[in-house]
Nanobody, 125 residues
Framework: QVQLVESGGRLVQTGDSLRLSCAAS????????MGWSRQTPGREREIVAS????????YYADSVKGRFTISRDNGKNTVYLQMNSLKPEDTAVYYC??????????????????WGQGTQVTVSS
């Protein structure tokens, strides 16, 4: 059974930092693009960041550029999202995801075909 399991979400204050982790099991995603998306109630799931198979290329949504950093450790089958200077508008459920068969970047949440269960990040003002 393929699983993506996120961890690290919690309640923080504006300006704080937080690191999310996503551990994959059941198959390796070392040759696939991975990323993070987020969703708030009533809104479409939006992509936050993606990373190519080797970690040499990354993509960020404009709303998080300069504040968030995505990285991966293929030896651990894990992807991370370092979030700095958090704002209340970053409050959402954050999902780890992967697009099998794509070694490059992902620019839309609709392209991901593997998803984690999500982890809640709440930023209080």
């Amino acid at each position: 059974q393929v699983q993506l399991v996120e961890s690290g979400g919690r309640l923080v204050q504006t300006g704080d930092s937080l690191r999310l982790s996503c551990a994959a099991s059941g198959r390796t995603f070392n040759a696939d693009a991975m990323g993070w998306s987020r969703q708030t109630p009533g809104r479409e799931r939006e992509i936050v960041a993606s990373i190519n198979w080797s970690g040499s290329s990354t993509y960020y949504a404009d709303s998080v550029k300069g504040r968030f950093t995505i990285s991966r450790d293929n030896g651990k089958n894990t992807v991370y999202l370092q979030m700095n200077s958090l704002k209340p508008e970053d409050t959402a459920v954050y999902y780890c995801a992967a697009e099998s068969g794509n070694a490059g970047l992902v620019y839309s949440s609709r392209n991901f075909d593997y998803w984690g269960q999500g982890t809640q990040v709440t930023v209080s003002s």
